[in-house]
């Protein structure tokens, strides 16, 4: 089965950029897309189709995919981004979707 | 407001069964194919099955075929998620999402809008 791998977690500085990787065999020929998670809440989606950015979601936030890893950059950090990130994609060799383990971000 | 909002949660033996809710409004909720996402404590997202906007196709995660069963009520806005046979590894909080695209199928998904998660606890 398809396996993504993401960092266990990333910390910035405030005003600083974070990088958060999703890695996978070839996942640069697959749709990556992103969703935040907050404690207690449910997630929200920060990023689709590699570098889709739905509305409400800040500039700040841009993503890429090629090769064998997707990244979400996060530019200019604030502490209301510190929240666990998942990546995901559809596997069609398992008709399964595949989440990445998470990253958790912590702005320093 | 668009929403979504699941129910039905609670504490429940192993080997039992549970039946989930999950409720939309603010969109037009027969449109678009929903998916149901669990996760454990302390652990990540699992995507566990999806149904199609018309009920005509769903897909299960392997950890729950055979076990669980959903069907949606386009009329009523609400879909639900039968779980018979339930184990400990079961336990989880239970999120349905919804996929943007329009009358689309239940594959390669993403999810532009999430409820708050019913909980789950198997246990004896």
């Known amino acids: 089965s398809y396996v993504l791998t993401q960092p266990i977690s990333v910390s910035v500085a405030p005003g600083e950029t974070a990088t958060i990787t999703c890695g996978g065999s070839s996942i640069g020929s697959r749709h990556v897309h992103w969703c935040q998670q907050k404690p207690g809440q449910a997630p929200i989606l920060v990023m689709y189709y590699d570098s889709d950015r739905p509305s409400g979601i800040p500039e700040r936030f841009s993503g890429s995919n090629s090769g064998n890893t997707a990244t979400l950059t996060i530019s200019r950090v604030e502490a209301g981004d510190e929240a666990d990130y998942y990546c995901?994609?559809?596997?069609?060799?398992?008709?399964?979707?595949?989440f990445g383990g998470g990253t958790k971000l912590t702005v320093l | 407001e668009v929403q979504l909002v699941e129910s039905g949660g609670g504490l429940v033996q192993p080997g039992r069964s549970l039946r989930l809710s999950c409720g939309g409004s603010?969109?037009?909720?027969?449109?678009?194919?929903i998916h149901w996402v669990r996760q454990a404590p302390g652990k990540g997202l699992e995507w566990i099955l999806g149904?199609?906007?018309?009920?005509?196709?769903?897909g299960y995660a392997d950890s729950v075929k055979g076990r669980f069963t959903v069907s949606r009520d386009n009329a009523r806005r609400l879909l639900y998620l039968q779980m018979n046979s339930l184990k400990t590894e079961d336990t989880a909080v239970y999120f349905c999402?919804?996929?943007?695209?329009?009358?689309?199928?239940?594959?390669?998904?993403?999810?532009?809008?999430w409820g708050r998660g019913t909980l789950v606890r198997v246990s004896s």
């Open positions: 999402a919804k996929d943007p695209r329009y009358r689309s199928g239940w594959n390669s998904p993403y999810f532009d809008l």
């Open positions: 149904i199609s906007w018309s009920s005509d196709s769903i």
């Open positions: 603010g969109f037009s909720f027969g449109d678009y194919a």
């Open positions: 995901h994609v559809w596997d069609s060799s398992s008709d399964h979707v595949v």
